[in-house]
């Protein structure tokens, strides 16, 4: 790609536009927000008033011409069927269907297939979500890769169907084999796959690289909570270990060649009745029951090494190292996976929460490396990590290099700053240090806000969200997936829905008490729109973009770049028709082309009526740069702008569609179907289901007719 055309952009956007006048259009904004007027249309949003792409750009005579990359295919309408469905001219084949066999240690596939803990250990995990390819030969590397893919949690109706549904599944003791074999389910599934002679893709039964990580594998901590009092435990009296990943929902990927399973919903398989704590109650550790019993198994005579009593951290010993009441504090981490080798560790410095995701900034030798992660929970925040250490572009690894991958981890993501995000209603925005020696809204060091003593970095990575609260960081509407324009830096962000978000002027409420932010672990339950969130009881979700000046910049400018809705909606703020319409984004992809550009592709993970109603959930595609006015500035997605969002693909009854990327040779779109109600029947992803089948989460991979490059 040609790094001269996106400095270009870069200057373009300090030199075209005056300060003066991006501030003035953002208090314009603002006014007609408080005018009543808000709702009317979000083109006042305005983009950043950058210089655009286009060839009619006069602004710099010298700078190369670029050919726009141009949408190819023809929107599609709404589906509501079991089957998926693609633009004309494209294929879509079912790979490696949850309980696809890895190895000759687990039976083919049978509707009606009972599972063990080992026949799930050698299979394929359950409910696909975020994955990433990982190049075998480099000459090769678009269509011969390792497969890493998140299991994110079960559907315990499909798990067990040939016996009639799970156990006790909301009382009574979980039988120890069925909690083993859900726990087999979740995690990580690495699978080493190729394009056939045929043209179809196919996985590779029994390769070294096959592997599953799960909720009983055990994982090294590594970062500032490691080997901390935090984490102490009776498997680990060090804290420097841990068993299990879970709920691995969104992914990232490393320049040096390692996979990152961001772990999200986590909280709720863990229970801990009494001796809870701020973070307990932030993050929503369960009373009673873990949400699938697997505590109750505890005791079993089969039991080893408190498999089942660690999911149950109500402390019973005399201190921590005695019982599991610090297990759920092993929680909550970017994990990092050496696909390779199978090396894994959970790095700590990028904050404990219900991680989505962890997307990797653009790099810039001599420049920190920054991962942008989000919480995704109502009224929860987004964060930023930038390393202490500067980019060498001799990390970037090749397929066969037998350089210590985890080692360059460490060297990056262990030792950095973190920090969270700031919005201010003109189209501003700070990232805030979440360090001990930070000083919170109302002017405290933030260890000493939190409870802390003065220098524990753990304990702040430990509250991070609490933390946030004291720095002053923006309620967000759900932040799920990122996306990194890796030329420009600009970063993408889906905020999926929010029915927690009040109208202007509304005071916000906290979770546990009404008390002020300022009483540690109670985060907000309502808050009322800010910028980035504008709509109360937002449903149709929203699509923010923002820019920094530099890599690792404390300071960045944000757009919100286009807002789910149903066409019909009197807050379409995107103006969306009915060949595009959309609620819930949730995956998000930048698929950078060679020549600087990128397709951006939305996800969705739907729940709004107006839009279900209309259609299962979809993957969108828009070219962000050829969004712009007429004089080439780029902008948001308004009313003139609908030819450039296209719905591209529409997943089975029942899914969600999640997961997402583009094979080195951008020949093949792989795209995920989590939960579907009834299908796949066949390997064409395409075949509608004639009766019921067994329902298994899949990969898509798309591909087009005329084996051409996707979506152009
Ligand atoms: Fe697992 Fe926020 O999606
Ligand atoms: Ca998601
Ligand atoms: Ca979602």
């Given at each position: 790609m040609s790094k001269e055309i996106e400095e270009h952009r870069n200057l373009n956007h300090s030199g075209n536009e005056p300060f003066s006048s991006v501030l003035e259009k953002h208090i314009s904004r603002r006014s007609i927000m408080r005018g009543g007027?808000?709702?009317?249309?979000?083109?006042?949003?305005?983009?950043?008033g950058l210089a655009g792409c286009s060839d009619n750009d006069d602004d710099d005579d010298d700078a190369p011409v670029k050919n726009a990359l141009t949408l190819a295919f023809e929107a599609i309408a709404g589906s509501k069927t079991d089957a998926f469905a693609v633009a004309a001219g494209y294929t879509a084949q079912v790979l490696?269907?949850?309980?696809?066999?890895?190895?000759?240690?687990a039976p083919a596939w049978r509707e009606d297939l009972g599972f063990t803990p080992e026949i799930q250990l050698n299979s394929v995990g359950m409910h696909h979500d975020g994955m990433a390819p990982f190049p075998l030969d480099e000459a090769n590397a678009a269509n011969h890769f390792i497969l890493a893919l998140n299991n994110e949690y079960i559907d315990q109706g499909a798990l067990w169907a040939p016996q009639g549904g799970p156990t006790n599944k909301n009382e009574g003791a979980r039988p120890a084999d069925e909690v083993r074999t859900e726990i087999n389910a979740h995690g990580v599934t690495l699978v080493e796959v190729r394009k056939a002679a045929n043209g179809q893709w196919e996985h590779v039964l029994n390769s070294q690289y096959n592997r599953r990580y799960t909720s009983a594998t055990e994982f090294a901590l590594s970062g500032p909570v490691a080997g901390t009092d935090y984490v102490k435990t009776k498997f680990s009296p060090t804290g420097l270990v841990t068993r299990g990943t879970n709920n691995n929902c969104a992914n990232g990927y490393t320049p040096w060649g390692t996979y990152l399973t961001c772990e999200e919903n986590w909280p709720g398989y863990f229970v801990k009745d009494s001796g809870r704590e701020i973070d307990d109650d932030r993050l929503g550790i369960e009373t009673g029951r873990g949400r699938y019993g697997w505590e109750t198994a505890a005791g079993d005579a089969s039991e080893q090494n408190d498999e089942f009593a660690r999911f149950n951290a109500t402390p019973t010993g005399a201190n921590a190292t005695e019982d599991y009441r610090n297990e759920p504090r092993t929680f909550g981490y970017i994990v990092e996976i050496d696909p390779y080798t199978g090396d894994r560790v959970k790095r700590t410095h990028l904050g404990r929460f219900r991680h989505e995701g962890c997307w990797p900034g653009k790099l810039v030798a001599g420049e920190p490396v920054v991962f942008y992660t989000g919480h995704d929970s109502r009224n929860e925040y987004i964060y930023k990590f930038v390393s202490d250490a500067v980019w060498d572009p001799a990390d970037q690894l090749a397929a066969g290099s037998a350089a210590d991958r985890l080692a360059i981890g460490a060297k990056y993501m262990d030792k950095g700053t973190l920090y969270v995000a700031q919005f201010n209603a003109d189209g501003s925005g700070q990232w805030l240090p979440l360090t001990p020696e930070s000083t919170t809204q109302d002017g405290r060091r933030l260890s000493t806000a939190l409870g802390l003593a003065n220098n524990d970095l753990a304990g702040v990575i430990i509250h991070t969200c609490d933390a946030a609260d004291l720095m002053g960081a923006t309620p967000m509407d759900r932040p799920e997936w990122g996306a990194v324009d890796?030329?420009?830096?600009e970063v993408y962000m889906t905020l999926t829905n929010n029915y927690k978000r009040t109208e202007a002027g509304t005071a916000p409420t906290f979770t546990n008490d009404g008390s002020a932010v300022e009483d540690l672990g109670v985060g907000y339950n309502y808050a009322p729109v800010n910028g980035p969130n504008p709509r109360a009881d937002n449903e149709g979700g929203q699509v923010i973009r923002w820019r920094e000046p530099s890599v690792g910049a404390t300071t960045f400018e944000w757009d919100i770049f286009v807002c789910g809705a149903a066409a019909s909606d009197a807050n379409n703020l995107s103006g969306l028709t009915e060949l595009n319409q959309f609620a819930s984004p949730d995956g998000l992809f930048f698929d950078a082309r060679e020549d600087g550009q990128g397709i951006l592709w939305i996800e969705t993970d739907n729940g709004y009526d107006a839009v279900t109603d209309y259609t299962n959930d979809q993957v969108l595609a828009v070219v962000p740069a050829n969004v712009k006015k007429a004089d080439g500035d780029i902008t948001v997605v308004g009313a003139a702008d609908q030819a450039q969002l296209k719905r591209f693909a529409v997943g089975p009854n029942g899914c969600e569609v999640t997961g997402i990327f583009t094979n080195a040779d951008k020949t093949a779109l792989f795209v995920n179907i989590q939960h579907p109600g009834n299908w796949p029947s066949t390997t064409d992803a395409t075949v509608v289901t004639s009766g019921t089948v067994r329902p298994r989460a899949s990969t898509v991979v798309i591909q087009k007719v005329d084996g051409g490059k996707i979506g152009v």
């Open positions: 007027l808000g709702m009317a249309a979000l083109t006042v949003f305005g983009g950043f490696i269907p949850w309980g696809t066999p890895l190895n000759n240690a890796p030329v420009s830096g």
